[in-house]
């Protein structure tokens, strides 16, 4: 059991770029969501989803596009990659209901130079 | 939204001596508070996790306590062991797992 897969590790993209970020999850959850870590900031929620076909806006999803075509995958995409999306990224699932515990990748690492 | 206050940002205990990290909430529907433990190089990995309808929780040297009135919630560590030295989070959502607001983290570090 893999739990929560993210890849890549570690990515340097440079202003302008574009990426997709891969995550994938083997507990069969239906949600699944997209968080950045930054210094002194805690993880803030970028998008998430409630199941395939079904996406909506975090707190911070200005220059982030997802999408679900299938309960295991939610990538992350950045259409024009900007220095201010330098951050690390982490994916997560749950059960729609969130009555189980959130589980996390462990990181994909963005430096937009 | 919610907006979630933790203090303090860097906490140094002696190995076998107690650590506590506070944390406080704005949104009174909230209901679920998890605490994640954030190794380097890690994602988060939940802890211990409390919801709305009970006050305190206990899992062997790790407690967490709430207080609905007051919007604020605490983790507790006994015994603290150098392997307990990690960066820890607090969080809390309205309906679960999902959707969570994160605290700013507290950097932990016990010496040996």
């Known amino acids: 059991n893999a739990g929560v897969t993210q890849t890549p590790k570690f990515q340097v993209l440079k202003t302008g770029q574009s990426m997709t970020l891969q995550c994938a999850q083997d507990?069969?959850?239906?949600?699944m969501s997209w968080y950045r870590q930054d210094p002194g900031m805690g993880l803030r929620l970028i998008h998430y989803s409630v199941g395939a076909g079904i996406t909506d806006q975090g707190e911070v999803p200005n220059g982030y596009n997802v999408s679900r075509s299938t309960t295991e995958d939610f990538p992350l995409r950045l259409l024009s990659a900007a220095p201010s999306q330098t951050s690390v990224y982490f994916c997560?699932?749950?059960?729609?209901?969130?009555?189980?515990?959130?589980?996390f990748g462990q990181g994909t690492r963005l430096t937009v130079v | 939204g919610e907006n979630v206050e933790q203090h303090p940002s860097t906490l140094s205990v002696q190995e076998g001596d107690s650590a506590v990290i506070k944390c406080t909430y704005s949104?009174?529907?909230?209901?679920?508070f998890p605490w994640y433990k954030q190794e380097l190089g890690k994602g988060p990995q939940l802890i211990i996790d409390i919801r709305s309808n009970v006050g305190e929780k206990k899992d062997q040297r790790i407690a967490v306590t709430l207080n609905k009135t007051a919007k604020h919630f605490s983790l507790h560590i006994t015994e603290t062991q150098p392997e307990d030295s990690a960066v820890y989070f607090c969080a809390a959502s309205f309906g679960g797992a999902n959707n969570l607001f994160f605290g700013t983290g507290t950097r932990l570090t016990v010496i040996p």
């Open positions: 507990m069969n959850h239906e949600y």
């Open positions: 997560a699932s749950t059960d729609r209901a969130g009555n189980t515990e959130a589980f």
């Open positions: 949104d009174s529907a909230s209901n679920y």
